[in-house]
């Protein structure tokens, strides 16, 4: 099944289009890691997607109703910035607000199974903005999982939490895809991103340089001419391991 198709998807800043012709779909199923370097579009292409920002060409989800939308797609954003001390529990229910007002037993069960996944049990009552910064990006991942939508998308999901929970965070998208749900992140750590995603998008300047299972993008040419990266690839049972070796000219 479907779960996002971008046609033709350009967004310009002044004349420079920043995302250019993208046409992609994403299949239930499928944990999809977007990559690319700094300023390549990575973004810019899931804000547009979701609708968030202005664009020419299509996208399936920037087409339905909001209400619609929030309930087909949960969204992490790059900033995690949490404004009020509300708790973590009440933080977490907040994805539920497209589900109704009325708090329901499945709103409960969402919530709970979200907090568990996230490692969060024991944080329910403390007020949000006295968490660490790595623990508040798990509660604003816990409430994009208690919206419990077909797709998520998240922005560099990983940024700033430990090593421990870096993997444990891939392992809960992943997870969420090998139940038949959709996954598209973007992700800087490309050893990660070759482990845990079933298949690399790779971004250039706004356009698509590369699209496939993670072997077949994660190439010393592809690392060259996009990262302009010379890297060793270790081939391990765990997957491809990059070892950058020196910046290119
Ligand atoms: N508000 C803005 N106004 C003008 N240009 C912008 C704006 N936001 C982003 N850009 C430009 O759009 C391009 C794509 O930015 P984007 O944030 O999508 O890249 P990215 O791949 O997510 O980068 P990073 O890995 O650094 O987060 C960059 O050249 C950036 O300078």
Not at 34 to 53: C, D, Q, S, Y
Not at 136 to 154: S, W
Not at 159 to 174: C, F, N, R, S, W
Request: glycine share 8%.
């Amino acid at each position: 099944m479907t779960l996002l198709s971008l046609r033709n998807l350009t967004v310009r800043r002044g004349e420079c289009p920043v995302i250019d012709d993208v046409s992609l779909t994403l299949q239930a199923g499928e944990c999809v890691g977007l990559i690319g370097p700094n300023g390549a579009g990575k973004t810019t292409l899931m804000r547009a997607a979701l609708g968030l920002l202005a664009h020419q060409g299509a996208s399936s989800l920037a087409a339905l109703p909001a209400n619609q939308r929030a309930r087909q797609a949960a969204w992490i954003p790059q900033d995690r910035r949490i404004a009020w001390p509300i708790t973590v529990q009440s933080l977490v229910a907040l994805g539920r607000l497209p589900h109704g007002r009325q708090a329901t037993a499945q709103d409960s069960a969402a919530i709970d199974r979200a907090l568990t996944r996230m490692g969060l049990d024991s944080f329910r009552s403390r007020p949000a903005t006295a968490l660490s910064g790595g623990e508040q990006a798990r509660v604003l991942i816990a409430r994009a999982l208690a919206q419990d939508t077909p797709l998520l998308m998240a922005d560099e999901p990983i940024a700033g939490l430990d090593p421990a929970a870096q993997l444990a965070t891939l392992e809960v998208l992943h997870s969420l895809a090998a139940e038949g749900r959709g996954v598209l992140l973007s992700l800087h750590d490309l050893s990660l991103a070759a482990r845990y995603c079933t298949r690399l998008i790779l971004l250039d300047r706004g356009r698509i340089r590369a699209d496939g299972p993670p072997a077949q993008v994660l190439t010393p040419d592809h690392l060259a001419q996009t990262f302009h990266l010379r890297a060793r690839i270790h081939d391990t049972p765990e997957g491809p391991l990059l070892q950058p070796l020196e910046r290119l000219p």
